[in-house]
DNA sequence: GATAATATTTGCATAATGCAAGTATGAGCC
DNA sequence: GGCTCATACTTGCATTATGCAAATATTATC
């Protein structure tokens, strides 16, 4: 396991399979997809959905559909925005803002397990590598670019 | 972006952009569930189909039809195992391990792009990080287990 | 040699995806 | 104002992906 992809395909295969696990909440039965949303609309001030799928990747026509099926377990609630009647601009209803609470609890929770096989200092050093890691992601144009946060 | 979660999930979500711009090798357009099918073959030694399909955490089922169509793209190789004729042992083929290695340079020019924004020792530091990340989640009974690797 | 366990495949029903086309609103221009 | 074009979002439709239950084939157990 030397070269930086090998590092980072386990990493995320691994953090994907924790993302299918910590999204069952109060018998609701979200899918990744769909915590991903309540994430990302839950860090934004009344985002429109263009912005939303376009940060995810999603092409706007599922993520029509993703937003209605979290409307109607009434997780999500779709506003039309004033000042542009074409825009709606999206936000998490009560139930959305738990659901998105507890799946942020559970996975710390899960990453405090796993810190704990690691030192204070080592801890420190990976949160800090990949905040660092992000922020230079954000300024490469390669691809991934949408990806805004 | 303070919390460890909030970090992966920026992290793991750019990485997963990345692997569906990346699966797109000489004509084949594969995605991101072959790529991964690929890259673990290619690292274990003759794997069976149950295992690669646990560690991907993959239903069998729908394991089983996504290694058929590897088959018919010509990437994969099934091979009934002599010693247990209800087991079949997995092997890239010519254009598979051609494929594989495609996608894992491709990954890592990405990744060389990235890392061009930071400094050498920052980039050590993050690959060591990532490392110990890994082997803490192995070492981690919660979830995630069957993972290996 | 009968019964249980394991590895893989298929049937089937359901869910997810994305392109093309449709609707509704807004912007630019004469 | 009114025509044309761009934009935000939704629906139709065909394709693909998913997983449970059941089937098949082989091996282990007793």
């Known amino acids: 396991m030397e070269n930086a992809r ?11 399979l924790l993302n299918k696990n910590c999204c069952t909440v109060g018998g609701c039965d979200l ?3 769909h915590s991903h949303i309540l ?3 839950d860090r934004r001030h009344n985002p429109s959905m263009q912005q ?18 979290l ?10 925005d004033p000042s542009d009647r074409r825009v709606y601009t999206l936000s998490l209803t009560v ?11 559970q996975m710390n929770a899960y990453l405090d397990e ?3 096989y690691m030192s204070e200092f080592e801890q420190e050093t990976l949160l ?3 905040k660092l890691f992000n922020e230079a992601m954000g300024k490469s144009s390669k691809c991934c670019a949408p990806v805004t946060g």
């Not at 409307?71 to 039309?80: A, D, E, G, V």
């Open 128 to 130: 800090r590598s990949v």
């Open 114 to 116: 796993v810190f704990s």
């Open 52 to 69: 939303i799928a376009e940060t995810l990747g999603t092409d706007v026509t599922t993520f029509s559909r993703q937003v209605q099926a």
């Open 95 to 105: 139930s959305g803002k738990m659901a998105a609470t507890t799946i942020d609890t």
């Open 39 to 41: 994430y990302e609309v």
């Open 31 to 33: 899918s990744p997809a």
């Open 6 to 16: 090998e590092l980072f395909q386990i990493m995320t295969r691994r953090l994907g």
């Open 71 to 80: 409307i109607k377990m009434n997780l999500l609630q779709k506003t039309p």
